[in-house]
């Protein structure tokens, strides 16, 4: 059974990198039969996909003004986890940060649904 | 980008009763329609995918309705774990968006 857990620096200074790293057990992300994503969730507000990658290492990026050319996402097969770096951060970045795998529940070949979910971190952006 | 919106945004429901909750996309999206529950300090769960499949593990109660723009998740004789939020995510493209969540609450 796959499971996803996000870790990373709970508090990050505004204009500063906000990095995350999401562990992969039970399962190697270099399959490529699946993909991984980032969304966040605002306290108390809804959910954002940030973007994902294959295990190509070719990357999807949500292209909406709140993210736009300040997401990047990596991989590190050796350690069998994938990274978010958010640059220039604000307070509007506070948000809880959850990792996800794509790619077992399909329709007509398209697997962008996501399952399994980690628990979540929250990151908070604060001087 | 393709829009999401659900309604209502909250619905209160007795338990044993039927909570039918709505979804529309702002254009076509076939049946790339995914539903997940969200509680209280937890991850979302993939609840229904392709508007109609339930995911593995999901109860018969969970089913899901619709193609196109309109899309319906209904939970049959609700239970006291089912009281959460409940999101639509489309899939018809790369990028992903999701509604704002219908709230199902005890009345």
């Known amino acids: 059974q796959v499971q996803l857990q996000e870790s990373g620096p709970g508090l990050v200074k505004p204009s500063q990198t906000l990095s995350l790293a999401c562990s992969v057990s039970?399962?190697?992300?270099?399959?490529?039969?699946?993909?991984w994503s980032w969304i966040r969730q605002p306290a108390g507000k809804g959910l954002e996909w940030i973007g994902r990658?294959?295990?190509?290492?070719?990357?999807?990026?949500n292209s909406n003004p709140s993210l736009k050319s300040r997401v990047s996402i990596s991989m590190d097969t050796s350690k069998n986890q994938f990274s978010l770096n958010l640059s220039s951060v604000t307070a509007a970045d506070t948000a809880v940060y959850f990792c996800?795998?794509?790619?077992?529940?399909?329709?007509?070949?398209?697997?962008?649904?996501?399952?399994?979910w980690g628990r979540g971190t929250l990151v908070t952006v604060s001087s | 980008e393709i829009v999401m919106t659900q309604s209502p945004v909250a619905l209160s429901v007795s338990p044993g009763e039927r909570a039918t909750l709505s979804c529309r996309a702002s254009?076509?999206?076939?049946?790339?329609l995914a539903w997940y529950q969200q509680k209280p300090g937890q991850a979302p769960r993939l609840l229904i995918y392709?508007?109609?499949t339930r995911a593995t593990g999901i109860p018969a109660r969970f089913s899901g309705s619709g193609s196109g723009t309109e899309f319906t998740l209904s939970i049959s004789s609700l239970q006291s774990e089912d009281f959460a939020v409940y999101y639509c995510?489309?899939?018809?493209?790369?990028?992903?968006?999701f509604g704002p969540g219908t709230k199902v609450d005890m009345k």
């Open positions: 996800a795998r794509e790619g077992e529940y399909c329709t007509n070949g398209i697997c962008y649904t996501l399952d399994p």
């Open positions: 039970g399962g190697s992300i270099s399959s490529g039969s699946y993909y």
């Open positions: 990658i294959y295990a190509s290492g070719y990357t999807n990026y």
């Open positions: 254009q076509s999206i076939s049946n790339k």
């Open positions: 392709g508007a109609s």
């Open positions: 995510q489309h899939y018809d493209s790369w990028i992903l968006t």
